[in-house]
């Protein structure tokens, strides 16, 4: 399949619409720099580098239609897709087939399609030249499918039998050796038995920017936390019964009880800001713990992994 743009009902296949160039796609973001000048130094300290919105601008746009029926018809369906609102809406592209459809989350900027003589031409194909302009607050760009992961809290186990034992006697032998005790067997290898849940998810961030976590606890569960493996956590005072689910959303900062009520004021002193909580690129081990063991809690992370 040839590359493509789509924004809701709009899909730019190169079959009745077309396009030539998309700049602001695989151009970094801008950045600010929270740089601070040395006072008496050269240069400055250093600071955060945080990314402006992504702005994403198609031009070269082209509608192909057999008459000015179905060229007024076209150029309807851009400006319902193009028209101006609050709420940002996915824009996905596929420009190769190495790493299939990333999408970002939109809003529509500008639309330009030049009215001139195409539209009192007659028979034959009609072709517009035009631009389209997108928005994007997250300059993120997403895999199109969720990755998600499951964990139990870690098992308590029995341990080892290591049976019976002879205590080694101090003194001198006398008389003959009693008759070895019962202890462990080596002879056919040893049996741990069954391993329980470790109580830690494995999540993949294979882009290169750090994505965000949908967490969603599901009870019962005493103070449940969810911990990286650099000791930044997630922790909540508060105790969930069986028909509870605690969601978290790092991405907007929220913490719902039960899909409704808020619950953001239970996290604990030493419980991280939501929206930092994030998943750095690469390989990573979250720990589900909590204050008493339940068989039942169970903590589900969801996240696509992002780009810049």
């Not at 008493?292 to 903590?299: D, L, T, V």
Request: glycine share 10%; with cysteine; proline share 7%.
């Amino acid at each position: 399949m040839s590359a493509y743009v789509r924004y809701r009902d709009l899909v730019l296949d190169h079959t009745l619409f077309g396009w030539q160039t998309l700049e602001g796609w695989e151009e970094s973001p801008g950045l600010d720099a929270a740089d601070a000048l040395r006072q008496d130094q050269h240069g400055a300290w250093p600071g955060r580098m945080l990314a402006q919105p992504r702005i994403i601008t198609l031009e070269g746009l082209s509608i192909r239609a057999s008459d000015r029926a179905r060229l007024g018809q076209a150029v309807a369906a851009v400006s319902r897709a193009m028209a101006i609102t609050d709420t940002e809406h996915p824009l996905y592209v596929d420009l190769d087939d190495g790493r299939g459809p990333l999408v970002a989350y939109a809003r529509p900027l500008r639309r330009s399609i030049p009215t001139g003589r195409i539209y009192t031409a007659g028979r034959g194909v009609i072709a517009a030249e035009g631009a389209l302009q997108w928005s994007a607050a997250d300059p993120r760009r997403y895999r199109e499918t969720e990755s998600t992961a499951t964990t139990g809290l870690p098992e308590p186990e029995d341990g080892l039998e290591w049976g019976p034992g002879s205590e080694a006697d101090s003194g001198p032998s006398v008389g003959p050796l009693p008759a070895p005790e019962a202890g462990l067997e080596w002879t056919y290898g040893l049996d741990w038995g069954k391993g329980g849940s470790a109580g830690t998810l494995r999540a993949v961030n294979d882009g290169d920017a750090p994505s965000d976590l949908r967490i969603e606890i599901h009870g019962p569960v005493d103070e449940p936390r969810i911990v990286q493996a650099s000791g930044q956590m997630l922790e909540y005072d508060i105790n969930l019964t069986s028909r509870d689910r605690l969601a978290i959303d790092t991405r907007e900062g929220t913490v719902t009880l039960n899909g409704s009520a808020s619950r953001l004021y239970t996290a604990t002193r030493r419980s991280a800001p939501e929206r930092a909580f994030t998943l750095p690129p690469g390989v990573n081990e979250l720990s589900f713990r909590a204050k008493e063991f339940s068989p039942a809690a169970r903590c589900v992370a969801k996240w696509r992994s992002a780009y810049w």
